[in-house]
DNA sequence: TGTACATCAGTGAACGCGCGTTCACTGATGTAC
DNA sequence: TGTACATCAGTGAACGCGCGTTCACTGATGTAC
């Protein structure tokens, strides 16, 4: 071969590496093929030696984004006390400088709402990190069974996304902050509360 | 004039209610000009005798969305007792209904974090609907002092986001039931509490 | 070890296409007389 | 009331541009001898 053994998936990762952050700063389709190779120091020709089509790509960033951030939420996790794990990662998420940071942040409001509208492969692709986050999660749930855990994983999960999303609709200045407080209290209180119960059924709506 | 004096009125707000349903549905790039303008019954062309621009469509499009949510949670609230309001909304939010209809539904979810990416004016505008939906939600709030039903306010609306956002990436099976199920029953048992108190103040991380 | 050859990651021009936007034109209707 | 004219919402061809993708080629390096 042309170049060392390891050449090709080396150059391969850091393609994806530089579009898993591009990608989440200007959204799933607010990036080029050029511009994402020239972000690697490539020329934009050999994309298809390393991938099948630009969707390919956006979905193996995506999973190396939603890796980095489960690997993130172990390294902090490790670095406290086990009481303190959960109050740590639902902190860190509804941060100021996550907020600021999109690129180096959690796909799931910077790009959830647009992956979940692409085809059938990609979503699923997206569904099965999600699912695995939320596992994650259920492992950080103080104090409960594992059941109630999970739910209250998702809810938690849900709760920090949409804050996030948001924060971000309202900028960076006041009501930005605001919105951040009040979603990280929430997210820390819901999480000590009584495993949540099911509503009781209620009639259908429109 | 050449057509009665509201012709031209009329088939502006054609446009902005149409295209408002396929920007929902496609996101805020997946639709063009020329499509919207079909949608409406005409010509790409008489495009710009109505909008500045495309951008422009989307503030109008994106805005006349958001009236719509606020004006059916009126309309939901008023056909119940003002003890069931609260838990109306959130349950008709967070439906497979609404989930299976993002085109008629909540643009947060839908648009939040593409709107988020455009320009500053784009954004203000949806952080202005934004604010409104807050304090909207205040209302609807019972058994609190408006400050903490203000806070209460936010964090519900992140959660019923949150969750609808996960439930679309999570498809229409059973995890999207699940996160659906999850969700809800957070967001009705978070505004039965207590007001959320602070958390105590934490070091800053990374 | 040194030389000739084969490989293939990466280059850059070119493609077809769809987009947002512009513009000269049309023709149905309101207005003036 | 009837006729001629003015208006302007809407039409459709055309524009420049950037996109995803293709492809013939290059040249640095690994391999065979």
């Known amino acids: ?13 850091r393609i994806v590496k530089k579009a898993s952050v591009r990608l989440r700063e200007k959204g799933a389709h607010g990036i080029g093929v050029a511009d994402l190779m020239k972000e690697a120091g490539l020329t934009h020709g050999g994309f298809y030696a390393h991938f099948d089509s630009r969707e390919a790509l956006v979905i193996e960033a995506f999973a190396y984004a939603m890796d980095r951030s489960m ?3 172990r390294k902090q996790s490790d670095q ?20 600021d940071n999109p690129g180096h942040g959690c796909s799931i409001p ?11 492969k990609t979503r699923k692709a997206f569904a099965g990190k999600l699912d695995e986050m939320l596992e994650m999660m259920t492992d950080f749930i103080p104090n409960m069974p594992r059941k109630a855990a999970r739910k209250q994983a998702i809810a938690t999960l849900a709760t920090m996304a949409g804050t996030m999303l948001l924060a ?16 990280k209290d929430s997210a820390l209180e819901g999480a000590k509360r009584e495993p949540v119960k099911a509503a009781p059924a209620k009639k259908k709506q429109s």
Chains 1, 2 share one sequence.
């Open 1 to 13: 071969m042309r170049y060392s053994r390891e050449h090709k998936q080396e150059t391969h990762d």
């Open 71 to 73: 690997e993130h939420w």
């Open 80 to 99: 406290v006390a086990p009481e303190k794990q959960f109050a740590q990662i639902v902190e860190t998420y509804l941060s100021a400088l996550h907020r």
């Open 110 to 120: 910077a790009l959830g709402a647009e992956i979940a509208r692409e085809s059938p």
């Open 168 to 183: 971000r609709i309202a900028g960076s200045g006041e009501l930005s902050d605001e919105v951040l407080k009040a979603g």
